[in-house]
């Protein structure tokens, strides 16, 4: 599956953007799509939330109660709504699609929040 995330940008500290990440197939054949970050001077890509195939959302602790992950079936679009935005949330934010054993991955899209 191909994907093509969309939607970042730079904010001010408090606002708010949503990403979006359109699959080339069906979102509903994954076993879970997701969204991770790589923060400035890290390698490692790490979770901010998935959603199950059965529409379960799961979130890191640092963004729960600010961030929302959806999904339009139809479309075959992942969304990813932020608010309240920190300057810690700075990174490039790639969208995941998951399903047996594979993991494909979106080419990112930067989201730079300025205090």
């Known amino acids: 599956v191909q994907l093509q995330a969309s939607g970042g940008g730079s904010v001010q500290a408090g606002g708010s953007l949503r990403l979006s990440c359109a699959a080339s197939?069906?979102?509903?054949?994954?076993?879970?799509m997701g969204w991770y970050r790589r923060t400035p001077g890290n390698q490692q890509r790490d979770l901010v939330a998935?959603?199950?195939?059965?529409?379960?959302?799961n979130y890191a602790d640092s963004v729960k109660g600010r961030f929302t992950i959806s999904r339009d079936i139809p479309k075959n679009t992942l969304y990813l709504q932020m608010n309240s935005l920190k300057p810690e949330d700075t990174a490039v934010y790639y969208c995941?699609?998951?399903?047996?054993?594979?993991?494909?991955w979106g080419q990112g899209t930067l989201v730079t929040v300025s205090s």
């Open positions: 998935d959603m199950s195939r059965g529409g379960s959302a």
């Open positions: 197939g069906s979102i509903v054949s994954a076993q879970s």
């Open positions: 995941n699609y998951y399903k047996l054993g594979r993991a494909d």
